[in-house]
């Protein structure tokens, strides 16, 4: 088994619940990523000996582990959350995906003259405090940024980048079948 140096880099990055990409504004992500990708059956067989499963999307790697009862509902009203977050940021824009560059006063700018695009922000679960609108896009921003689909690519006017894991969301949604009669 060859396991690369990076490795302990990877695991801290992955384990926070984070995605490693390959459109990453940071240069050290999308070297790892490279990394991963060249030693992607190696690192998935030593990361499942310590219980994570080194799991491939589409231009992005994340963890996943074998859950109990408790923590799959508690995931589950996770999924609520970021269903409502992905419908929010389809509403601001259709383009919004890998590669989409925005600002928050962007997003703003449209909840003011958007009714339906207000009434879906202020109906995102709050977790925390906030009151205003621009607090509840930050806090969205601030969670996208943290769990790695969105990148700070310039500090000066505040542009954010969608990362390639951004489609993780995308392909949970679109992996929801209901049956008919619901």
């Excluded at 310590?50 to 009203?77: Q, S």
């Excluded at 806090?139 to 790695?148: A, H, M, Q, T, Y």
């Excluded at 500090?155 to 008919?180: D, G, R, W």
Aim: aromatic content about 12%; some cysteine; proline content about 2%.
């Amino acid at each position: 088994m060859n396991i690369p140096h990076q490795t302990t880099e990877i695991f801290e990055t992955l384990s926070k619940g984070q995605f490693i990409c390959s459109n990453s504004v940071n240069d050290t992500s999308r070297k790892l990523f490279n990394v991963i990708e060249e030693n992607f059956e190696d690192l998935f067989s030593y990361f499942s000996a310590i219980g994570f499963l080194l799991e491939r999307g589409d231009e992005y790697f994340y963890f996943t582990r074998k859950e109990n009862r408790v923590d799959i509902e508690r995931k589950i009203e996770q999924a609520y959350r970021w269903i409502d977050i992905l419908d929010f940021c389809k509403a601001f824009n259709n383009s919004f995906g890998p590669g989409f560059r925005f600002t928050p006063s962007d997003i703003l700018v449209q909840v003011k003259i958007d009714a339906s695009l207000k009434d879906k922000l202020a109906t995102i679960k709050k977790t925390g405090s906030e009151t205003s609108n621009q607090e509840r896009v930050d806090r969205i921003i601030s969670d996208l940024e943290k769990f790695g689909m969105l990148e700070l690519e310039n500090e000066i006017n505040q542009t954010y980048k969608v990362a390639a894991s951004f489609k993780y969301l995308e392909q949970l949604i679109v992996s929801i079948q209901m049956p008919e009669e619901v």
